[in-house]
């Protein structure tokens, strides 16, 4: 992590949370780009060209109506004769970025005191080092921060999190691995109320979607929260692995129904991803997207930001 710049440093930081992005999304956009230079060379722009060019951005992931989009925009637009492979990259790029821009919004702490957010997701998505990263930017943002090891089925998830609190300076209300992750949770909202917090980042054991036990657990701490704050939780994250590509679709549809889900944060976006999928849950879900996850470290969590994802996703440098 060592070209992980300070967030002050500005430019440079931006420059390596690109060069990771684009990295990492690599998968998608080389096969995407090989897939458009080798079609926009061969022969006129017809309609099996078009419907070449829209096979290639749904192997990408990007969803029906993004291909579809695309398709339209070309053989409608100046392109309709010819278009070459930079000029294809562009029309996607843009309409990708159509897609996000209304979903790409920042996580506000409202007025509530403590502000209670709840982190979700499958097995190793990412979420307590996601909470991590969060923790160490609401206090250096100046808020007091206070983390509820809910994620009782482990002593190394515990651990995991204690040391991530120590990192961001907060404090991790924990009980013993096998407590009941309800009622920590309960407690951990009296202890942030009593220390006069302004957030609260309550983790989670991974669950699959489809285990129903597992999902009824996690609508028992909604539960039990609420029995305290009835407007808590007021955020719920959903946070997604970006290389799982198209079972995440699924993930946000069950999580949403068993917890509420408000957003997302998008995460290993740096590593071989099939970040794509992202398009097609915009399309779908018109959820909010917050934050994207480029590395392990405390610094590697970046606003999402819709135009830098989509020339990424398209291959351009
Ligand atoms: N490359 C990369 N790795 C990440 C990112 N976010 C998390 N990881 C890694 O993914 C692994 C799992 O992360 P955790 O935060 O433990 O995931 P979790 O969702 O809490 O996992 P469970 O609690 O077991 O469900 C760890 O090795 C993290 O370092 C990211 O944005 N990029
Ligand atoms: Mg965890």
Same mark, same amino acid.
């Given at each position: 992590?060592? &070209?992980?710049? #300070?967030?002050?440093?500005?430019?440079?930081?931006?420059?390596?949370?690109?060069?990771?992005?684009?990295?990492?999304? /690599?998968?998608?956009?080389?096969?995407?780009?090989?897939?458009?230079?080798?079609?926009?060379? /061969?022969?006129?722009? *017809?309609?099996? #060209?078009?419907?070449?060019?829209?096979?290639?951005?749904?192997?990408?992931?990007?969803?029906?109506?993004? %291909?579809?989009?695309?398709?339209?925009?070309? !053989?409608?637009?100046?392109?309709?004769?010819?278009?070459?492979? *930079?000029?294809?990259?562009? $029309?996607?790029?843009?309409?990708?970025? /159509?897609?996000?821009?209304?979903?790409?919004?920042?996580?506000?702490?409202?007025?509530?005191?403590?502000?209670?957010?709840?982190?979700?997701?499958?097995?190793?998505?990412?979420?307590?080092?996601?909470?991590? #990263?969060?923790? !160490?930017?609401?206090?250096?943002?100046?808020? #007091?921060?206070?983390?509820?090891?809910? *994620?009782?089925?482990?002593?190394?998830?515990?651990?995991?999190?204690?040391?991530?609190?120590?990192?961001?300076?907060?404090?991790?209300?924990?009980?013993?691995?096998?407590?009941? !992750? %309800?009622?920590?949770?309960?407690?951990?909202?009296?202890?942030?109320?009593? &220390? +006069?917090?302004?957030?609260?980042?309550?983790?989670?054991?991974?669950?699959?979607?489809?285990?129903?036990?597992?999902?009824?657990?996690?609508?028992?701490? $909604?539960?039990?929260? /609420?029995?305290? *704050?009835?407007?808590?939780?007021?955020?719920?994250?959903?946070?997604?692995?970006?290389?799982?590509?198209?079972?995440?679709?699924?993930?946000?549809?069950?999580?949403?129904?068993?917890?509420?889900?408000?957003?997302?944060?998008?995460?290993?976006?740096?590593?071989?991803?099939?970040?794509?999928?992202?398009?097609? @849950?915009?399309?779908?879900?018109?959820?909010?997207?917050?934050? @994207? +996850?480029? +590395?392990?470290?405390?610094?590697?969590?970046?606003?999402?930001?819709?135009?830098?994802? +989509?020339?990424?996703?398209?291959?351009?440098?």
């Amino acid at each position: 992590m060592n &070209d992980s710049t #300070k967030d002050n440093e500005g430019a440079p930081a931006k420059v390596s949370w690109w060069r990771r992005l684009t990295g990492g999304l /690599k998968r998608t956009s080389s096969a995407l780009g090989t897939a458009i230079s080798d079609l926009v060379t /061969k022969g006129p722009l *017809d309609s099996a #060209k078009l419907d070449e060019i829209e096979d290639a951005l749904i192997r990408a992931d990007l969803g029906v109506t993004l %291909a579809q989009r695309v398709t339209k925009a070309i !053989s409608q637009g100046r392109y309709s004769q010819s278009i070459t492979a *930079d000029e294809l990259k562009a $029309v996607v790029a843009t309409e990708v970025t /159509k897609i996000l821009e209304p979903v790409a919004k920042p996580l506000t702490i409202g007025a509530a005191r403590p502000f209670v957010i709840l982190v979700v997701g499958v097995n190793g998505s990412g979420k307590t080092t996601t909470i991590g #990263k969060l923790a !160490s930017t609401f206090v250096a943002e100046g808020r #007091k921060v206070v983390l509820a090891a809910g *994620d009782t089925f482990r002593a190394a998830a515990i651990d995991q999190l204690k040391i991530w609190g120590a990192r961001a300076g907060s404090r991790v209300v924990a009980s013993k691995p096998g407590a009941d !992750s %309800a009622g920590l949770a309960f407690d951990a909202l009296n202890a942030a109320r009593a &220390d +006069g917090a302004d957030v609260l980042i309550v983790d989670t054991a991974g669950r699959l979607q489809n285990r129903t036990e597992l999902m009824g657990e996690l609508e028992k701490m $909604v539960r039990v929260i /609420k029995k305290l *704050d009835a407007s808590a939780p007021h955020a719920v994250l959903l946070v997604l692995d970006a290389t799982v590509g198209q079972n995440a679709l699924s993930q946000v549809e069950a999580f949403g129904k068993s917890a509420g889900v408000t957003g997302l944060v998008m995460t290993k976006l740096d590593g071989t991803a099939r970040g794509g999928i992202l398009v097609a @849950i915009a399309e779908k879900f018109a959820l909010p997207t917050h934050f @994207i +996850g480029v +590395g392990e470290g405390v610094d590697d969590l970046a606003p999402f930001a819709a135009v830098d994802f +989509g020339k990424a996703i398209a291959g351009i440098e």
